[in-house]
């Protein structure tokens, strides 16, 4: 007897092609800010998320008032690149509908928080007539393509960049249905053209992620991805990329089936053709061979551990006819964003502001709007939350710094400030159980004053935090990471190193502010004391509490 697939399943294929009953929730369930339960799945494969806020459950509830529901919009913007139109538009869009706040992910997008059911359609259709969309940026299908962001680490960014679209498109799903709920509605087409040989009718059986990284940066955690592909480079020009597949970072507290996974390294393709049919058959694998059972246990990094990296390799030179050549070298020797101005090969400039866990503050919004006003860069996003004005030349820098001036944009900020990361948490995402995003600055500011105890302030440490263990934040790959076990209670990581190559470990359980201080304060005065030359605060966590050696 074969055992019973996830609900989740039936509802994808009874959905009609994603469409559910999601007209009727949107324009005729009045009664609630909601949707029905299985549109609650559907919308999701749109790139919206239904959301409450917690901090109002209690004083709702009290008054017998349904959740206050609200909706997250994320935005597909392969490679995080943007109009300097596009990012007005994106402006406006935000300052109409939800709450004002933009939020740039960790994926290199936008995510708009707070709209209300009745504002979902013509959010979609303003943010459609500035050619942009939302299809696929969540759900059970390939979500955003990610790319290296800093154009100056590479006279070939351009066609590098180029790969995220040309993937992302190749991994659309088929249908038609978010142009026929949320455009107009009417559109005219063949229903035999949404036949999908690639998700059919059941697409993944979870979320798929892919980043491209371009060394010497891994800016993208290009590892932490279910297809990871490494830009190879020599004598400037791309000679392929090396494929590694089976990296994901989420876990579930009290799972020991669950665990965080690097992607693993099984080749290298040297044309166009062949990584596009690598990646599309690496798809196909997942879609045939994943869990569709529990979805704890879905993501590909399961998949390719049940069969095994040769079996999931071989299995996968079947499908796309050729093998694949052996992995070429490569180096990471960064991963932090270089902020302010830095000059491309091209003579080109361009500016990296720091937006502290991607939340753009309002005096940072005015600013920017004024920059895209000026058309003179587009608006690069980077897989660490910040913002990258970019392709400016010589003659327009100096009406960007005028800007910067008048704003007062930059910031005297301390490195571990810069290398912070934090997922969004409480109060609008439902399985938050402690603070991240609202609270991790917080820690930062108690922490500035023991770096400064040891001299320290200017170390790059990699600190990064979330309100759960499914690591939206990148938690798992920090030097030092927190994930939320319950209000104020974090688990303290140790031992990440300072580019994205390795897994930290649990130091120390549910630690509070109080207990993570006094830690942080103890490892820093050990770290200043024993660290070997040129040694990372993470390579040397990993070294004394580890290491075998």
Not at 153 to 180: F, G, M, N
Not at 202 to 215: E, T, V
Request: charged letters at 25%; aromatic letters at 10%.
């Amino acid at each position: 007897m074969s055992e019973k697939l996830s609900p989740i399943e039936a509802i994808k294929t009874q959905s009609d092609g994603l469409r559910g009953t999601l007209k009727d929730s949107i324009d005729l369930d009045n009664h609630t800010g909601n949707v029905r339960p299985d549109d609650e799945t559907l919308v999701k494969f749109h790139g919206m998320y239904v959301q409450d806020d917690r901090d109002r459950r209690a004083e709702r509830a009290a008054k017998k008032l349904d959740k206050l529901y609200s909706f997250m919009i994320r935005l597909r913007i392969p490679g995080g690149v943007i109009t300097a139109d596009q990012w007005i538009a994106t402006h406006e869009i935000s300052e109409q509908y939800g709450t004002g706040t933009l939020k740039i992910t960790t994926r290199q997008t936008v995510q708009l928080h707070g709209l209300l059911k009745h504002q979902l359609r013509p959010t979609i259709q303003s943010f459609n007539t500035a050619k942009l969309d939302s299809i696929a940026a969540c759900g059970d299908v390939n979500r955003n393509v990610i790319v290296s962001s800093h154009p100056q680490l590479s006279s070939l960014h351009k066609e590098i960049y180029e790969y995220a679209d040309k993937v992302s498109t190749l991994l659309l799903p088929k249908t038609q249905s978010y142009y026929d709920v949320f455009i107009d509605g009417e559109k005219i087409y063949e229903r035999s053209s949404e036949a999908d040989p690639l998700y059919e009718d059941r697409y993944l059986p979870r979320k798929f992620k892919i980043a491209i990284a371009i060394p010497p940066s891994n800016d993208v955690d290009v590892f932490t991805n279910d297809i990871a592909l490494i830009a190879i480079v020599e004598n400037d020009k791309l000679k392929g990329f090396n494929i590694a597949i089976g990296g994901g970072l989420a876990t579930t507290h009290g799972n020991p089936n669950t665990y965080s996974r690097l992607a693993s390294v099984i080749g290298f393709t040297d044309t166009e053709e062949k990584t596009l049919k690598t990646v599309y058959e690496i798809l196909t694998i997942q879609r045939d061979f994943g869990n569709r059972v529990d979805r704890k246990l879905s993501r590909m990094k399961y998949t390719v551990d049940k069969l095994t990296v040769p079996v999931f390799k071989k299995e996968l030179e079947n499908r796309i006819g050729f093998n694949l050549l052996p992995e070429k070298p490569f180096k990471f020797t960064e991963r932090s964003d270089r902020f302010g101005w830095e000059k491309s090969e091209q003579g080109q400039w361009f500016y990296t502001l720091f937006i502290e866990h991607g939340v753009v503050k309002p005096e940072q919004k005015q600013f920017l709007l004024e920059v895209a006003q000026l058309q003179v860069s587009n608006f690069i996003f980077s897989g660490n939350q910040n913002l990258i004005l970019g392709e400016v030349s010589e003659e327009n820098k100096s009406k960007i710094e005028a800007l910067i001036a008048q704003h007062q944009i930059n910031k005297n900020d301390s490195a571990l400030r810069k290398n912070s990361m934090a997922c969004v948490a409480l109060p609008t995402c439902p399985l938050a159980l402690a603070e991240a995003q609202r609270y991790l600055p917080e820690l930062v500011t108690k922490i500035e004053p023991i770096l400064e105890k040891y001299n320290l302030k200017e170390e790059g440490i990699v600190i990064r935090m979330t309100g759960c263990p499914n690591g939206c934040g990148r938690p798992y790959v920090a030097e030092l990471g927190f994930v939320g076990t319950g209000p104020g209670q974090y688990n303290f990581m140790l031992g990440g190193d300072r580019y994205g190559e390795r897994l930290n470990k649990l130091y120390k359980e549910k630690q509070t502010e109080a207990q993570i201080l006094e830690e942080v304060d103890s490892l820093l005065g050990l770290y200043i004391k024993e660290k070997k030359e040129e040694e990372t605060f993470g390579d040397f966590s990993f070294r004394i509490f580890f290491s075998q050696n």
